[in-house]
């Protein structure tokens, strides 16, 4: 079983290429010159190299022992992502998707952006090789991220605010999109999740599956033996995607954290397995989306602007029905909370979406026996986060 | 035969080319929506495209969206546009081809949708993001009713693309005049008379082509290399220019558009 999507790009029903005609070619060409470099050694060695010399893989599996002590159950592992060159697992795919760019001849390079992670990492690939970047962000992202929209200027990057509906990540993928129906011949497209119309989804995991490669070697170094349980959060679904799929075939329980906003009311959350979240097709993709009862798309929210959004990678959506995955969800509070925790317990200040991860973790830990293991991806350090928390932990005194 | 067959057969016999306006069905209201429609049925449109609101219109422009919005904010549905369509064909026998995203369809059902649109009165279905390999489940649901399913083609689609959509074509073929989202240019491009030319090469069908067309000029320019011009943006944007006097505005835009349509019936 190696969860290979079919040549459509298909998991199970979940996936296949939901596109405008015009991006059919340019699509094909992708597709194409990725399963050329796939297997190729020289564009794997080249990965290789900028991966371990630029971005610093590989990245530690870190025991977290006081975090551990303090909720008295599983020894808790955190892969820390958040040691990348850029501060996030976001690097993985734009290292490896700026390579195939080059080598199909591409100069200028879009991308979308929703916490600004994937939107800094790729304003450095880019700056890295010299090639013209646009970043399209949501507007409400740019507010809530501003320094990360300071940090893609400051790489030479072009950050193209997106004010129409909700002005978050969803909205920025629309402009990605629309930008690359009009400028197929020229440009690339940097999607940064494990999401959109075939290969995306495979290629983006491909990429970050390095994650899960890793943290497999590497906890079998310190403990003999592979985890009990593995936890990531889940917005488009990359870093979860990346650390699940080298375990997939093993005996470990493996949970994806959906954001669960501040309710279970349709709007208040964006947990596309929950309520709310039925089988539909946006951005390319057939997956699980957020909708309402006539097919249009809802609000999501949460306090993370990366896991803020109303549909979920295709391969998640088919491990979700074949019941391989778990999906859960921590809302804002207590992902605010788990910000707090790990930070204290551990001096490490984990980025919002991961906090999610972090959250539920502390919730199942305790319930674990002392001898077992789990490992919690931290997708990404959360110096980004900062200020917003500040300025919530005003609000609530 | 059915409408749309029907009409390009009676454009052909009289040595004439169609004109496809289109509308966003529930901009600035249903109302407004119907008497724009019974307008431009009036003025001699040959095929009445209906947009269905879409929450994330990734294949359109700035002016579409907008429209799409507005109807949203009105709270149009899918059912509604049914609606409007059968309203509109209680009035007149023009073809109409309901113009969308999947989802909403996808979300209705497919074969739920197919029923109703043909009991509407709907000839036919134009889906912005859905192509060919995708197609066949949705495709057979609108044969079985007797819908057409409106194949899209682009300049980017390869022959050997060409060459498979145009074995599952019905009614008519879209062929999008330029790689970019739906909205107005300046003139339109030589790469859409090359792509019609590719595409004759595959069909016996009648080609509209669309996106960016927008003056008298560019459908005079159409109608030298295709068989109907499609005009969007441009009816779009005057429904959103004179919300409350949709119906005049457009009547005026598109007798300016084309001669023929001052005095009815005439050649071009």
Redesign the interface.
């Known amino acids: 079983m190696n969860h290979e999507p079919n040549e459509?790009g298909y998991w199970g029903e979940y996936g296949?290429?939901?596109?405008?005609?015009?991006?059919?070619?340019?699509l094909d060409e992708l597709t194409t010159a990725y399963f050329s470099y796939r297997d190729d050694p020289a564009f794997q060695a080249e990965l290789s190299d900028l991966l371990k010399n630029y971005s610093g893989r590989p990245t530690p599996l870190y025991f977290a022992r006081r975090l551990t002590e303090s909720l008295g159950g599983a020894r808790i592992y955190l892969k820390r992502e958040d040691l990348n060159h850029t501060g996030a697992h976001k690097i993985n795919n734009c290292l490896g998707q700026i390579l195939l760019a080059r080598r199909m001849g591409k100069k200028r390079i879009i991308a979308e952006t929703g916490a600004g992670q994937h939107g800094v990492a790729t304003a450095t690939v880019c700056a890295l090789f010299g090639l013209e970047c646009v970043v399209y962000m949501g507007t409400e992202d740019m507010r809530r991220q501003e320094l990360n929209v300071f940090r893609m200027r400051l790489l030479g990057a072009e950050v193209r605010g997106v004010d129409?509906?909700s002005r978050t990540l969803?909205?920025a993928?629309?402009e990605a999109?629309?930008d690359w129906?009009?400028?197929?011949?020229t440009t690339y497209y940097l999607l940064g999740s494990a999401l959109g119309p075939h290969p995306y989804p495979l290629m983006v995991r491909d990429f970050q599956s390095v994650i899960g490669r890793e943290a497999r070697e590497q906890i079998i170094e310190h403990e003999g033996r592979l985890p009990d349980t593995l936890v990531a959060c889940v917005g488009g679904g990359s870093n979860s995607i990346g650390l699940f799929h080298p375990f997939l075939n093993d005996e470990v329980r493996m949970i994806g954290v959906e954001a669960g906003g501040r309710g279970k009311e349709v709007g208040d959350h964006a947990a596309r397995f929950m309520n709310g979240g039925s089988?539909?097709?946006?951005?390319?993709t057939r997956s699980y989306?957020l909708?309402d009862?006539?097919?249009?798309?809802v609000a999501t929210h949460s306090v993370s602007a990366g896991l803020d959004y109303a549909s979920i990678g295709p391969e998640h959506a088919d491990l979700h029905d074949t019941n391989r995955v778990e999906y859960v969800s921590s809302d804002d509070v207590e992902a605010l909370a788990a910000f707090k925790l790990l930070s204290e317990t551990e001096g490490i200040i984990p980025a919002l979406e991961s906090s999610h991860a972090v959250a539920y973790a502390a919730r199942i830990a305790p319930e674990m026996t002392r001898d077992s293991i789990m490992i919690v991806n931290l997708s990404g350090r959360g110096d980004k986060d900062v200020n917003q928390v500040q300025g919530l932990s005003k609000m609530h005194g | 035969m059915n409408r749309i067959e029907r009409q390009f057969k009676l454009l052909r016999e009289g040595r004439r080319k169609g004109f496809i306006p289109f509308v966003t069905a529930g901009d600035p209201d249903l109302a407004s929506s119907l008497e724009v429609c019974l307008k431009l049925a009036d003025l001699g449109a040959d095929v009445i495209e209906l947009g269905v609101p879409?929450?994330?219109?990734?294949?359109?422009?700035p002016t579409i969206?907008r429209s799409s919005?507005r109807a949203?904010e009105n709270g149009v549905?899918?059912?509604d546009v049914l609606h409007l369509a059968a309203d509109f064909r209680r009035r007149s026998e023009v073809p109409v081809v309901l113009f969308s995203?999947?989802?909403?369809?996808?979300?209705?059902g497919c074969d739920r949708f197919a029923k109703s649109a043909r009991d509407a009165g709907v000839d036919g279905l134009l889906l912005?993001?859905?192509?060919d390999?995708?197609a066949a489940a949705i495709s057979r649901k609108l044969a079985q009713n007797d819908l057409d399913l409106i194949s899209?083609?682009?300049?980017?689609?390869?022959n050997e693309?060409l060459s498979a959509i145009a074995k599952n074509a019905r009614g008519f073929v879209y062929a999008?005049s330029r790689?970019?989202?739906t909205g107005t240019q300046g003139r339109v491009s030589d790469e859409a008379k090359k792509l019609v030319v590719r595409m004759r090469e595959f069909t016996e069908l009648p080609i509209a082509v669309g996106f960016g067309i927008s003056t008298a000029e560019q459908i005079r320019d159409v109608w030298r290399f295709a068989d109907a011009a499609v005009v969007g943006s441009a009816i779009v944007s005057q429904i959103e220019r004179h919300p409350n006097e949709a119906v005049d505005a457009v009547g005026q835009f598109v007798r300016g558009l084309l001669p023929r349509f001052a005095n009815q019936g005439a050649e071009t």
Do not use: C, W
Not at chain 2, 54 to 61: H, I, K, L
Not at chain 2, 128 to 131: E, N
């Open positions: 459509q296949g290429r939901f596109v405008p005609e015009t991006l059919v070619a340019p129409s509906g969803k909205d993928i629309n999109l629309r129906v009009t400028n197929v011949d089988t539909g097709v946006l951005q390319g989306i909708q009862e006539h097919g249009q798309i | 879409f929450s994330d219109p990734m294949a359109d422009g969206q919005q949203l549905t899918l059912p995203y999947f989802n909403p369809i996808m979300r209705m912005t993001d859905v192509i390999s995708e899209l083609v682009a300049p980017t689609s390869t693309r999008v790689a970019g989202v």
